[in-house]
């Protein structure tokens, strides 16, 4: 009796997985194959300058605390990418094999070396590699790089994973998607945390990093380039105890990704159970404020654009974003000493920017909004709604973030006309994107990334872009006024600002929907038409 052949190993062929789910889906469409080219470029091009500018810090004072900061931050960066991205990569669902008949142990092995195909990987490698050159001095040091390039590049992929399979049926779920769709808030923040970061040094010096580093260079993967500089200082023990502490993280990191998957393997999904609670807090918040509300359609409106804030992910990433960054600029800026309290008014500004394209943001479902308008009266009414939800938040936010600007750069006396500034600059966001949202409506694609459904480009752009010119140009008398308090040495009446402004940005305001309203009335059908394309 024959024996039965052995089962090929799972490890090819989940490489040969990856690399054919990658060539399908280049051959989708011309568009997503001239995204992932120029992604790839560009990812290696900074990648390359990285590797020559690692290798340049050869022999330099921090050299040491560069790479070692620099690893800490790509560990990152590869932990929190598949919570923001978790269909960037379809094999980090592991839910598509669980069915198969796998053991955990093989399925880990597998998936481990698959990982190892693709941009970031490579990426790692660079940043590693240039490490170890610019650390290694000596025989010893440059064995030891050797290793702490394999170990940085694994223990890198295994925490991506290891985080991916935890959380996979949360991120596939709704909350999940929630929480990509948020990631252009981490990008935001981090971009401004970044520039923050980079003038501080500009003036300090790297010799702040140190204390940092001294810390993160016992940190894994940080710790296995760390090994490479004490093994080239002679701290022998030092470096095998940190090659020890990288080793051991990733013998962690893979017991615990194999646990995660023999998890999804054997117990039921109650995900969706535990992402459908936190709903009621949505009715709770809404029912709250029920009592605060107008009565009659008013107050409906308005409760429903709350809760579209509140469970939209879309509607929700664009409100984060714009608190987000309507804060950071002037806070910041006034914490390096280069800011105004004029700059204040971005918050007002970009909280506004949400009233445009409001009818887009209801999509599809739209067309129930549009059988309850009849008249411009109807159409008055359902804008003003919107209006009032929008400036119920807006209006002390952004008094709140120009009272603050003004406590950090000490200038009281300008609080009065900054306010005013914002108050009017908010009326005329609100006019102008009443008018854009009756004039140029495009849809937003409830699934993915896209804030514009193809073919809308141009009217995105000339809605938000064009209102944005037009509420500037509104703003013009109160700035005008502003101008000729400070020319004709009236300071002591520019308090006057703050009431002109809050009654300049109402009027204005109500003035916007008020002739925008007649034409939502005429122009439902095309309106329903344009925002139901996505």
Avoid at 75 to 102: C, I, K, Q, Y
Avoid at 344 to 353: E, P, R, T
Avoid at 372 to 391: C, F, H, K, Q
Avoid at 465 to 490: K, N, R
Wanted: with cysteine; charged share 10%.
């Amino acid at each position: 009796m024959t024996a039965p052949a052995p089962a090929p190993a799972i490890t090819p062929v989940l490489v040969r997985l990856k690399l054919s789910l990658l060539r399908n889906g280049l051959r989708q469409s011309a568009g997503r194959r001239a995204a992932y080219l120029a992604s790839a470029v560009l990812a290696l091009l900074v990648a390359a300058l990285q590797f020559l500018g690692l290798i340049a810090l050869r022999g330099t004072a921090h050299a040491a605390t560069v790479c070692v900061l620099l690893a800490g931050v790509l560990a990152l960066g590869w932990a929190v990418m598949p919570l923001f991205f978790p269909s960037g990569d379809e094999t980090l669902d592991p839910t598509r094999l669980v069915m198969l008949p796998l053991r955990p142990r093989d399925l880990v092995r597998g998936l481990l070396v698959a990982s190892l195909v693709g941009i970031g990987p490579l990426f790692t490698l660079c940043l590693a590699l240039g490490a170890a050159i610019a650390l290694a001095h000596g025989a010893a040091a440059a064995a030891t790089g050797v290793l702490a390039c394999a170990l940085t590049l694994l223990v890198c992929v295994a925490l991506a994973r290891a985080v991916a399979a935890a959380n996979i049926r949360l991120l596939t779920s709704r909350r999940g998607r929630d929480l990509a769709v948020l990631s252009g808030l981490v990008i935001a923040v981090g971009a401004q945390a970044v520039n923050f970061g980079a003038q501080h040094l500009g003036s300090a010096g790297l010799g702040t990093l140190d204390p940092a580093a001294a810390v993160v260079r016992w940190l894994p993967p940080a710790s296995a380039l760390g090994a490479i500089d004490s093994v080239s200082e002679g701290a022998y023990a030092a470096g095998a105890a940190q090659l020890a502490l990288a080793a051991a993280a990733l013998a962690a990191l893979l017991a615990f990704w194999q646990h995660s998957l023999t998890r999804l393997m054997t117990a039921p999904d109650g995900s969706t159970l535990a992402a459908a609670a936190p709903e009621k807090d949505a009715s709770r918040l809404t029912g709250a404020l029920g009592g605060l509300l107008p009565a009659g359609r008013t107050g409906t409106v308005m409760a429903r654009g709350l809760r579209y804030m509140w469970r939209d992910p879309k509607t929700k990433a664009a409100w984060v974003t714009s608190l987000a960054i309507g804060l950071i600029v002037p806070v910041l800026n006034a914490l390096q000493g280069t800011g105004s309290v004029y700059l204040a008014c971005f918050a007002a500004g970009m909280l506004g920017i949400l009233m445009y394209n409001q009818f887009g943001q209801d999509t599809s479902a739209f067309w129930m909004v549009a059988m309850t308008i009849s008249s411009p009266r109807d159409a008055y009414v359902e804008l003003r709604g919107r209006a009032l939800a929008l400036t119920l938040i807006t209006l002390p936010y952004a008094t709140l973030v120009t009272v603050l600007t003004t406590a950090l750069l000490g200038d009281w006396p300008v609080l009065p006309e900054a306010l005013g500034l914002s108050f009017a600059l908010l009326g005329a966001m609100l006019a102008t994107g009443a008018w854009a949202s009756a004039r140029f409506p495009y849809s937003i694609p409830q699934e993915g990334y896209k804030n514009v459904a193809p073919g809308q480009a141009g009217l995105a752009w000339l809605s938000v872009f064009g209102g944005m010119v037009a509420a500037a140009l509104l703003c013009a008398p109160v700035l005008a006024l502003t101008i000729w308090l400070h020319a004709s040495d009236a300071a002591s009446w520019t308090w006057l600002l703050l009431p002109v402004g809050a009654a300049y940005g109402w009027a204005i305001a109500e003035a916007g929907t008020r002739l925008a309203a007649p034409r939502v009335a005429d122009r439902l059908p095309e309106i329903l038409t344009a925002v139901s394309r996505g």
